[in-house]
């Protein structure tokens, strides 16, 4: 079974034009009371996913395909039920919409599924990461638990005020050049 979920990529709009740094990929979920409890699921309990991605990641050949790309697994936390479960995914793969869309973690034992709307821009070999809103849906195939809960991309906390400064930055250049061509 398969469930709808918000899937979004959030960063200041004055400031992502070429814009190359890391992002902050968050997913979170409710799984079903009748799912069986192992590792990854608590029947009826909530999870939380969060990995860094580079907004323009650089790949070796072996990285990606015509329709799907691995990127590095980076500070990958997993909590289920607030609490944090020590587990890391073998790898995090992206997938092109003619691939179903969206990403996959795999692990050992499990792997998470997110598909829908294709979440990069460019070719596989060369893929960018910018803002917008995905729609995706998610499924645990372990013992094929399943549930929805929103997923969220946005730019690591660090990035911040580097990404407030430029913006601000260019402002202010803008407005100096406005005023000395009146």
Do not use: H
């Not at 709009?13 to 009371?33: H, I, K, Q, Y």
């Amino acid at each position: 079974m398969m469930n709808t979920v918000c899937c979004s990529i959030l960063a200041l709009s004055f400031c992502t034009a070429g814009f190359a740094g890391t992002l902050d990929v968050n997913a979170s979920g409710t799984f079903s009371p009748t799912d069986t409890a192992d590792t990854f699921v608590t029947p009826g309990g909530t999870f939380d996913i969060s990995f860094l991605v580079d907004s323009n990641p650089v790949l070796s050949t072996s990285d990606y395909t015509s329709v799907s790309f691995d990127v590095p697994v980076s500070s990958f936390t997993y909590t289920l039920d607030g609490v944090p479960v020590s587990v890391t995914p073998t790898e995090i793969t992206f997938d092109t919409l003619a691939n179903g869309g969206g990403f996959a973690l795999q692990f050992p034992t499990a792997e998470f599924i997110f598909s829908g709307d294709q979440m990069f821009s460019g070719l596989t070999l060369a893929p960018v990461f910018s803002t917008g809103k995905y729609s995706e849906s998610w499924e645990l195939i372990d013992v094929l638990d399943s549930g929805t809960g929103p997923v969220t991309v946005t730019p690591e906390p660090s990035f911040l005020p580097i990404l407030l400064c430029g913006g601000l930055a260019v402002l202010a250049f803008r407005s100096r050049k406005f005023t000395q061509v009146r």
